[in-house]
Structure formats: structure tokens, C-alpha cells
């Protein structure tokens, strides 16, 4: 499709293996219910009668809010409204998706500070940046597609800081790159915003008319100095000062970040600071400028914002909130919704294991191997009473349900879905659904008229229908409207364009001030020591998705990626006597897994680096998390290494 | 000039070119990207040598020179192996039978240039001639300097 | 029946990839050995005589004294860089006499037909981005 706005046709491997995937002979094509290890298929009546027990139970004999639901940041909008839609239906609260381990920080920090979580600006727009600055991503491996943007801004005279503990892909772009200590993102950003300060590079004009709280923030960023930032992260003074002069001089400059930002104990500080730093440069609301979150599921973007979260109802309204649950109520024609924020995704995971959750039920999701420390997930999703897991693989969290719900893939059905750039777009059915699998939508339905509700949507549009009514933001967005290239919500009326460049106007906040909100930097949750001296970091590459639950079934990308490895510098590896390709066990306190040795001098001495996506990673991380957003601290972890001669 | 270019500037080690190219090929890819040093990736496939090896190697005639391509024909091919060993740059594959870049021909374009997230591939030598220009302006412009 | 002159044979495998009886099998021990087999055939096609880049083949009477089986055993030679073997001696020999030596000659000057078609890659890449890689060491 190469009139396509944002890739122009192209395609990152992922896409381009996107059929092996599809047609997997791997896909569930039947219900299943599981005795003991084994397997049997079932009807759809009998698995609708299982579920509908199953979760009936756990609600009759302890309460709506002992039973969990993880809708999927895979599945479509108007899916993720249903589901959503069906826990506070029964009385639940606990509602969330996995932009809990991703982007929640931004979720959080950016409706916070800016009104809004979300890029502010479009990806195309990157080619009109003067400076990208690109922190804690791997963009060219993991956002590839934006890499064509960023090289257009580059030939036009941009430049490009990128600040990552690895030497990635990524940093090959830089002009300037700083390497910087996993975890040390504020001290960094704190540093440069002093810079900017003090010589008087900040935007005043911008800062009186559009923001509030700077005075705090000079006091707060006064004691980093470049040179205490230069100890806390590694990272020469020189070039931090260097990076905010590039950073705030440039007549148009966008920040671009993700994981390597949100995932820590410190994640919502962390994006805070990020818009701190664009909010006192004034670079927002313009083109080529911004706040840009890297958002990394096709419908993360689209699952928050049809409120499949624990903090919010769709539109980000505050579940907390009585006037939320008075409104939704009145449009869903219940008496009483459950008030209150529900447990989040990390939160459900102990709270299986303690008994204050009884039964789950998970959609498109893989905990048992995006969660960190897999032996306390696997542990406590088998405490549960019931749980039904709906997917087109028998991924490793399916293996422990009680009840398996065969899912249609993105191919075999229809509706919305909203990417990382807010942008809207109506996907096609192109081919029936394989076996005897349902699309999420259908099975949702039915799941819920099992359980007593009345859900009656034959279809998407119909469910875009109520969306459109109660989501300000997608008033706008119907099917008529959607051609190739979508709409950019808020689109807050069928003759609005939809809005590419957000806060241009200033910000939906009181005031139409943004909150310039001020951080410390506090060290990550784990340290090294004597055991465990190694600082563990994980990441993605660029021929695998995540867990790995489908592309590690595609021949043509596992044969580019088939082994776990761990990125180790020649320094750490050398005393050790390990060399390239050498198996070795890594450790930390929560489990062992075996992986490939790769000597490279991409990481500092230090720190290492592996995949998540492939079984064994999360059996080491730490499920350490960010007090607000509950994140877990992904990016830190306290490691040893050894040969396994 | 009839081959694609690889702006190596702008390679970035995706590999969508190689997943790309193996599936509008039956499963049999012959672009194949290496990693130099951990800082650089550069994707190779044939050059479309004016002097080609490979056709001089070649007894049955599978491979030929046609105009600016070279080009192969399954039908002629032994399995002999003698190409992949003749061509200079090791991007002659073979799978019982030979298969090399075919330029995806009759399409205009080869399905790389069109996947290439980076815009790093180019059949067309204008285009690749404008982005070495503006990379080596955009150097002067900076004085060089990283 | 084909008859086998075993010292014109170069190892290439065309005819075991082509005869239609599979009377003629193949072995490769990845990276150090080939070995081919002809089984006694007492078939009239010429296919894998035809195909034969040695002219190695032949088509003649058949004949009672003539061995069941004929084979032969080639050591693939180790490429200059990494080692592996990866061709026999017969067939870069074929490679040598057929190519124009200042063909033979990277921009270097280093002959590269020693050389396996994996290192061959190798060093390209190497050439082509020298300089980017110098650019790119922070």
C-alpha cells in the first residue's frame, strides 16, 4: 500500500512473515477444557457453560471483584470496549491490558503533564524534526518503520542524539550518542534541563503562556550539574551539554522514547521528565516537535483508550471517579457500576497467589511469559479456581487454563484499531475465520449473554456505533469516514479531520496549562553486588514480537533468530573465559536460564543485555514496580553469569 | 545500471529485505544482509556484473547476460553448483538448483526496494545518486564532525 | 549402463541431482566431504551424461564385469578465511580455468576463489561499509 501515510508501502520483517503466522498449523481451532495434562476438545456450548460456571462461581461464592479480566492490546477497539464493558458489567473492577508492562508510565505521566498520552505529533511529521532525540528506544529494530522519517529529517540537516545503555541499531543514526547506565534517564534529563536553564535556552515565551510548575523545576534540577549527572550515568559531561544545546537551539525538536524509559520503579518520573524537557524548550504543538511515545502492540494505543484499565473507564475517565461510574451506568442501563481502581495486570498476578482473585479471565495475553519472574506467575494463575484463556495459540499462560477459547486472528476478522500515532484505522475480514474459531467479538458476546448480561452486537460497527457516543475523542470516527490512512482521534465530529499535532491550541488541562512536574532521580529497585555483579537489561530485536508466542512459529524469522543470547561485553566475558557462542547460565535471585554467549562491545562492562522473547528471560526479571503506574522495572535486574562447563 | 543499490548509511539491520524476498520467491531467498562489526549492516544480492562470472562458469547456459541483467533460467539449470562458486561475491545460492536475484522481474520494482523500511534500497541510480549528495552535503554542512 | 571415469569427476552432484531413477546418490559431511555413487544402471537415458559439466559420463553397453557400485570420495577444501571446506579441488580447478584471471582479483588484489561464497559476503560487507563502521565507534 504505498499510499499508505505512515510506512508507504513498507514493511518490517514481522510484516512480511505475517501470513507463516496466520496460517500456523499451531492455531486453536477448538474449544478446549483441560483434566489434569490432557486436553479434550469441546463444542462451544460446552465451553460457553464452562466459562459461564466457571467465572459464575468465583463471583457468587466470593465477589465480582475476585474475578480478573486481561483484555488484549491485539484485539480491536470496539473488542476491548466489549470486554471491558463485561467486568464492570458484573460488578468487577479489575480490567486491564498489558500496556500495564509497557506504557502505563506514559499512560499515567503524559494525562498528567499534558492532558493526553499519546504521540503529540505523527510519525510522517518526523521528517520535519531539525533535532530527534531518541531515548531508551530501539527504534530502527523494533519501530522500523520509522526509520525512513527520521532519515529524510536527516537529509535535510537534522540531527540525532540517542541515548541508550547499548549501542544498538538505533544509535547507529546518532550524531551524538550517549551511553548511559541502565535506570539513570532523570539524572541525565535533569542535567540537560539544568543546562538549558542556565543558559538561557528555555522558551519563556512558551513557559508563562502554556505550562505551570517551572519555578519548581529550576529549584528541583539545580543540583545536577553536568558533572554529578556524568558520575550517575556514565555519560561524559561534555556530551550531556553538548545534547541539551542540540536539543533546545533546534527550531523543531522531538523527543522519541519507550521501554527504555517507561519499564523501571522509576518509570512515570522518567516520562515526566521527558515532557519537562519538551515543555521548557517550548518544542510542542508544533511540526517536527514533541512528545513521542513509541507504542509497540498494533492496538495498545487503541485498548487504553477504550478504558480496558484499572485507573480508567473509556476516554481515560477516572474509574475512582463517582461521575464516571453515574455516566457509564446511565449508558449501559446498570444501577450501579463498581467504583473504584481495580487491581492492574502485575497486581492480579499476586493477587491469584494470595487468594484475593479466584478466577481470570485472560484474552490475547501471554503473562506467563511477558510477566517477569515466570515462576511466581506460573505459581500463582494455577492458584486460581477458573481460568479461560482465549487466543490463537496454545501460548505458555493457555497451557494452565482450565478452558481454552480458539480466537480469529487479525486476518479473519474485522473492526478498529488505533496505532502509536492515534491514528484510527478500519481493518478488513479478509479470509473466515480457521477452524472452528470465533472473532473476540462474537465470542465476547456470547460469553457475556452466558453470564446473564445483554450484549446484542451482531457486529463491529455497531459497537464503533457506541463508542462514538461515549468517547468524546472517536465522536467523529465512523466506518464511512475511515479510508486508507484512517483518522487521528480527537476527531470530536463527523466533519472534523482528526487532530495530527496535539496541544497546538494549548492543553486540555485545567487552565489549558500543561504540569511541568519536577523529579529526583532515585537509583532502580535492584543493585549488584559481590553474587550478583552484573547489571541484567532486556530488550527486543528486530525479527521477533514480544513473548514470541507467534513469531517464534514463523520458519522464516526463527531461522534468522533462533537461540536465546545474552550480550556481553569482552571485558566481563574475558576473566570469565567465555567466549562468542559459548552456552552460559545466568542467574539472578528469582531463577536460572541457559542462553548463547554474544561478545560484543555494544554493552558497557557491567551490563548485559537478552531478548524477552523466548522463554527464560522473564524467569530472571524483577517484578519491582513503579509505585504509580505498577510497571514492572523490566530494564534492571542484578545478574551473574558462568559457563556451563 | 541495472541492480539495486544499498544506501549502507541507512541500512538498519531490520532484515525485512531477506524475509521480504524469500517469500515472493517460494521460500527461496537470495539477499542475504551481514553485520559488520556490530556498527554497520549491508545487504547483499547480485550486482549484475557487467563481467559475469557466474555466466562464464556456467556450461548450460542457465545464466546469460540479457542487456544490463543476468539473467537465469530454471529450466537450464544442472544443479552443478559451478556459479556458486564462480561469483565473487558469494551471492549465488544454491538449493539442489541455482537462484539468485532475478531483479523480481517482469515488476518494475523489486519487492525489496518496496519493503525497505529505511528507504536504504533503490533500483533507481538517480535516487541513489541524490541520497549520497544530500548525505555527503549534510557532512559538510556539520563540518564533519559526530 | 553409464560408465564413470572417477578422474574427470569434479564432485558437483548434478548428475545425482538429475538422474531419474536415483540410481545415483550423494553424501555431504557438512564443511569436510562429498561422496558420490553410482549404482550399476542398465538404463538407455543419457540424462546425467548430458548434464555432466566433466564430461565424466558415458553411455555404454552393458556389461557383466563392471562393479555394482562405483564410487568416489573428495575432501572439500578448507576456505582461506574460516576454515570450513566448502568445494573440492576439482571444482575450483573447473573455477580457475574457466574465469579471465584478472577476474579472479578482488579490488584488493587478494584471489577470492579460495575463498567460501559465506566469507566472500563477509568480506564485501566488510569493504562497503569501512567507513561507516570507523564513523559509527563513538
Known amino acids: 500500500m504505498p499510499e499508505h501515510p505512515a510506512n508507504e508501502g513498507s514493511l518490517c520483517p514481522k510484516g512480511n512473515a505475517a501470513l507463516e503466522i496466520v496460517y500456523n498449523e499451531d492455531r486453536l481451532l477448538y474449544p478446549m477444557k483441560r483434566s489434569g495434562n490432557e486436553w479434550t476438545s469441546i463444542s462451544w456450548d460446552e465451553a460457553l457453560k464452562l466459562v459461564s460456571k466457571g467465572l459464575g462461581r468465583a463471583i457468587k461464592n466470593s465477589g465480582p471483584d475476585f474475578v480478573g479480566f486481561l483484555s488484549s492490546s491485539k484485539c480491536t477497539n470496539e473488542e476491548n470496549y466489549l470486554i471491558q464493558k463485561l467486568a464492570r458489567s458484573l460488578g468487577s473492577r479489575n480490567v486491564d491490558n498489558c500496556a500495564r508492562l509497557c506504557h502505563a508510565p506514559s499512560v499515567v505521566g503524559l494525562n498528567r503533564t499534558l492532558g493526553a498520552a499519546g504521540m503529540t505529533n505523527p510519525i510522517p511529521d518526523l521528517a520535519n524534526s531539525k533535532c530527534v532525540f531518541i531515548i531508551g528506544s530501539n527504534l530502527a529494530e523494533n519501530h522500523a518503520i520509522l526509520s525512513r522519517w527520521i532519515h529524510r529529517a536527516k537529509d535535510s540537516g537534522a540531527q540525532v542524539i540517542v541515548a541508550d545503555p547499548r549501542?544498538?541499531?538505533?544509535?547507529?543514526?546518532?550524531?551524538?550518542?550517549?551511553?548511559?547506565?541502565?535506570?539513570?534517564?532523570?539524572?541525565?534529563?535533569?542535567?540537560?534541563?539544568?543546562?538549558?536553564i542556565d543558559e538561557d535556552l528555555i522558551d519563556k515565551a512558551f513557559i508563562s503562556k502554556s505550562t505551570k510548575g517551572f519555578e519548581d523545576l529550576v529549584k528541583a534540577v539545580n543540583d545536577y550539574t553536568p558533572e554529578k549527572a556524568a558520575e550517575i550515568t556514565g555519560v561524559p559531561a561534555v556530551d550531556i551539554i553538548r545534547a541539551a544545546r542540540m536539543y533546545a537551539k533546534s527550531p523543531a525538536s522531538a523527543i522519541l522514547y519507550s521501554m527504555g524509559i517507561t519499564q523501571h520503579t522509576s518509570g512515570t518520573d522518567n516520562v515526566q521528565s521527558v515532557a519537562n524537557l519538551a515543555l521548557i524548550?517550548?518544542?510542542?504543538?508544533?511540526?517536527?516537535?514533541?512528545?513521542?511515545?513509541?507504542?509497540?502492540?498494533?492496538?495498545?494505543?487503541?485498548?487504553?483508550?477504550?478504558?480496558?484499565?484499572?485507573?480508567?473507564?473509556?476516554?481515560?475517565?477516572?474509574?475512582?471517579?463517582?461521575?464516571?461510574?453515574?455516566?457509564?451506568?446511565?449508558?449501559?442501563?446498570?444501577?450501579?457500576?463498581?467504583?473504584?481502581?481495580?487491581?492492574?495486570?502485575?497486581?492480579?498476578?499476586?493477587?491469584?497467589?494470595?487468594?484475593?482473585?479466584?478466577?481470570?479471565?485472560?484474552?490475547?495475553?501471554?503473562?506467563?511469559?511477558?510477566?517477569?519472574?515466570?515462576?511466581?506467575?506460573?505459581?500463582?494463575?494455577?492458584?486460581?479456581?477458573?481460568?479461560?484463556?482465549?487466543?490463537?495459540?496454545?501460548?505458555?499462560?493457555?497451557?494452565?487454563?482450565?478452558?481454552?477459547?480458539?480466537?480469529?486472528?487479525?486476518?479473519?476478522?474485522?473492526?478498529?484499531?488505533?496505532?502509536?500515532?492515534?491514528?484510527?484505522?478500519?481493518?478488513?475480514?479478509?479470509?473466515?475465520?480457521?477452524?472452528?474459531?470465533?472473532?473476540?467479538?462474537?465470542?465476547?458476546?456470547?460469553?457475556?449473554?452466558?453470564?446473564?448480561?445483554?450484549?446484542?452486537?451482531?457486529?463491529a460497527t455497531s459497537v464503533l456505533a457506541e463508542i462514538n457516543s461515549l468517547v468524546p475523542t472517536y465522536k467523529g470516527i465512523t466506518l464511512e469516514r475511515l479510508g486508507i490512512g484512517g483518522l487521528i482521534w480527537p476527531c470530536p465530529s463527523t466533519?472534523?479531520?482528526?487532530?495530527?499535532?496535539?496541544?497546538?491550541?494549548?492543553?486540555?488541562?485545567?487552565?489549558?496549562?500543561?504540569?511541568?512536574?519536577?523529579?529526583?532521580?532515585?537509583?532502580?529497585?535492584?543493585?549488584?553486588?559481590?553474587?550478583?555483579?552484573?547489571?541484567?537489561?532486556?530488550?527486543?530485536?528486530?525479527?521477533?514480537?514480544?513473548?514470541?508466542?507467534?513469531?517464534?512459529?514463523?520458519?522464516?524469522?526463527?531461522?534468522?533468530?533462533?537461540?536465546?543470547?545474552?550480550?556481553?561485553?569482552?571485558?566481563?566475558?574475558?576473566?570469565?573465559?567465555?567466549?562468542?557462542?559459548?552456552?552460559?547460565?545466568?542467574?539472578?535471585?528469582?531463577?536460572?536460564?541457559?542462553?548463547?554467549?554474544?561478545?560484543?562491545?555494544?554493552?558497557?562492562?557491567?551490563?548485559?543485555?537478552?531478548?524477552?522473547?523466548?522463554?527464560?528471560?522473564?524467569?530472571?526479571?524483577?517484578?519491582?514496580?513503579?509505585?504509580?503506574?505498577?510497571?514492572?522495572?523490566?530494564?534492571?535486574?542484578?545478574?551473574?553469569?558462568?559457563?556451563?562447563? | 545500471m541495472m541492480r539495486v543499490y544499498v544506501d549502507i548509511n541507512r541500512c538498519i539491520g531490520c532484515r525485512s529485505c531477506e524475509v521480504a524476498c524469500k517469500r515472493v520467491h517460494g521460500g527461496k531467498g537470495h539477499v542475504n544482509v551481514h553485520i559488520t562489526e556490530?556498527?554497520?549492516?549491508?545487504?547483499?544480492?547480485?550486482?549484475?556484473?557487467?563481467?559475469?562470472?557466474?555466466?562464464?562458469?556456467?556450461?548450460?547456459?542457465?545464466?546469460?547476460?540479457?542487456?544490463?541483467?543476468?539473467?537465469?533460467?530454471?529450466?537450464?539449470?544442472?544443479?552443478?553448483?559451478?556459479?556458486?562458486?564462480?561469483?565473487?561475491?558469494?551471492?549465488?545460492?544454491?538449493?539442489?538448483?541455482?537462484?539468485?536475484?532475478?531483479?523480481?522481474?517482469?515488476?518494475?520494482t523489486p519487492t525489496c526496494v518496496l519493503t525497505c523500511p529505511a528507504e536504504a534500497l533503490s533500483n533507481d541510480y538517480e535516487v541513489a545518486l541524490k541520497r549520497a549528495r544530500a548525505r555527503a552535503g549534510r557532512a559538510t554542512i556539520l563540518g564533519g564532525k559526530r | 549402463m553409464i560408465q564413470v571415469d572417477t578422474n574427470k569427476c569434479l564432485g558437483c552432484f548434478a548428475c545425482s541431482n538429475i538422474c531419474p531413477n536415483q540410481f545415483i546418490t550423494r553424501e555431504e559431511e557438512e564443511g569436510k566431504r562429498r561422496t558420490v555413487r553410482w549404482a550399476k544402471c542398465k538404463e538407455e537415458c543419457d540424462i546425467c551424461v548430458e548434464f555432466c559439466p566433466a564430461k565424466a559420463l558415458a553411455l555404454v553397453p552393458y556389461s557383466e564385469r563392471t562393479p555394482e557400485m562405483i564410487e568416489v570420495s573428495?575432501?572439500?577444501?578448507?576456505?582461506?578465511?574460516?576454515?570450513?571446506?566448502?568445494?573440492?579441488?576439482?571444482?575450483?580447478?573447473?573455477?580457475?580455468?574457466?574465469?579471465?584471471?584478472?577476474?579472479?582479483?578482488d579490488s584488493a588484489g587478494r584471489s577470492w576463489v579460495g575463498i567460501c561464497p559465506f566469507c566472500r559476503r563477509e568480506l564485501e560487507a566488510e569493504t562497503a561499509s569501512k567507513q561507516i563502521v570507523q564513523s559509527r565507534r563513538f
Open chain 1, 281 to 459: 524548550c517550548g518544542q510542542m504543538g508544533k511540526e517536527g516537535a514533541g512528545v513521542l511515545p513509541l507504542r509497540g502492540h498494533n492496538n495498545v494505543q487503541g485498548a487504553c483508550d477504550m478504558g480496558a484499565l484499572a485507573e480508567f473507564y473509556p476516554g481515560y475517565r477516572k474509574s475512582d471517579d463517582p461521575e464516571t461510574a453515574k455516566f457509564f451506568g446511565q449508558a449501559w442501563g446498570i444501577a450501579s457500576l463498581p467504583a473504584g481502581r481495580g487491581l492492574t495486570a502485575t497486581e492480579m498476578i499476586d493477587a491469584a497467589c494470595e487468594g484475593r482473585l479466584k478466577a481470570m479471565y485472560i484474552v490475547g495475553e501471554d503473562p506467563a511469559n511477558s510477566d517477569p519472574w515466570s515462576s511466581h506467575v506460573k505459581d500463582c494463575l494455577e492458584n486460581l479456581d477458573f481460568l479461560v484463556v482465549q487466543d490463537i495459540f496454545m501460548t505458555a499462560t493457555a497451557q494452565l487454563a482450565d478452558v481454552v477459547l480458539p480466537a480469529a486472528s487479525w486476518a479473519e476478522k474485522e473492526g478498529t484499531y488505533t496505532s502509536t500515532e492515534r491514528r484510527v484505522q478500519w481493518s478488513n475480514r479478509a479470509i473466515e475465520p480457521l477452524g472452528e474459531a470465533k472473532s473476540d467479538l462474537e465470542i465476547v458476546n456470547k460469553v457475556a449473554n452466558s453470564m446473564g448480561l445483554k450484549f446484542d452486537y451482531p457486529d
Open chain 1, 495 to 645: 466533519d472534523h479531520p482528526g487532530t495530527p499535532i496535539l496541544h497546538s491550541a494549548g492543553f486540555k488541562l485545567q487552565d489549558g496549562r500543561a504540569l511541568i512536574a519536577p523529579v529526583q532521580y532515585k537509583p532502580a529497585a535492584e543493585n549488584t553486588w559481590t553474587e550478583y555483579p552484573l547489571i541484567l537489561t532486556t530488550g527486543r530485536i528486530s525479527v521477533h514480537f514480544n513473548a514470541g508466542s507467534m513469531t517464534r512459529r514463523s520458519p522464516s524469522l526463527m531461522e534468522r533468530a533462533p537461540n536465546l543470547f545474552v550480550e556481553i561485553n569482552p571485558g566481563d566475558a574475558a576473566p570469565m573465559k567465555i567466549e562468542d557462542g559459548d552456552s552460559v547460565e545466568v542467574s539472578t535471585e528469582r531463577g536460572t536460564t541457559v542462553a548463547l554467549a554474544r561478545v560484543t562491545d555494544s554493552v558497557k562492562p557491567g551490563v548485559v543485555f537478552m531478548p524477552f522473547h523466548y522463554p527464560g528471560t522473564n524467569f530472571l526479571t524483577t517484578d519491582a514496580r513503579d509505585a504509580e503506574a505498577k510497571i514492572p522495572e523490566f530494564k534492571v535486574a542484578a545478574c551473574k553469569i558462568s559457563r556451563r562447563d
Open chain 3, 74 to 105: 573428495f575432501d572439500l577444501v578448507p576456505c582461506e578465511v574460516c576454515g570450513k571446506g566448502f568445494a573440492t579441488e576439482q571444482l575450483l580447478k573447473r573455477i580457475r580455468e574457466t574465469i579471465p584471471a584478472n577476474l579472479q582479483k
Open chain 2, 38 to 108: 556490530d556498527r554497520a549492516s549491508v545487504p547483499l544480492f547480485c550486482h549484475h556484473c557487467e563481467e559475469a562470472a557466474c555466466t562464464m562458469a556456467c556450461y548450460s547456459g542457465a545464466l546469460a547476460k540479457d542487456g544490463e541483467r543476468t539473467s537465469f533460467s530454471l529450466d537450464k539449470c544442472t544443479g552443478c553448483g559451478l556459479c556458486r562458486l564462480a561469483c565473487p561475491f558469494g551471492v549465488v545460492w544454491t538449493d539442489k538448483l541455482a537462484h539468485k536475484c532475478d531483479l523480481c522481474a517482469p515488476n518494475e
Open chain 1, 167 to 196: 549501542l544498538t541499531h538505533t544509535a547507529w543514526l546518532a550524531d551524538l550518542f550517549l551511553q548511559l547506565k541502565p535506570g539513570t534517564d532523570v539524572a541525565l534529563l535533569n542535567a540537560m534541563m539544568k543546562v538549558i
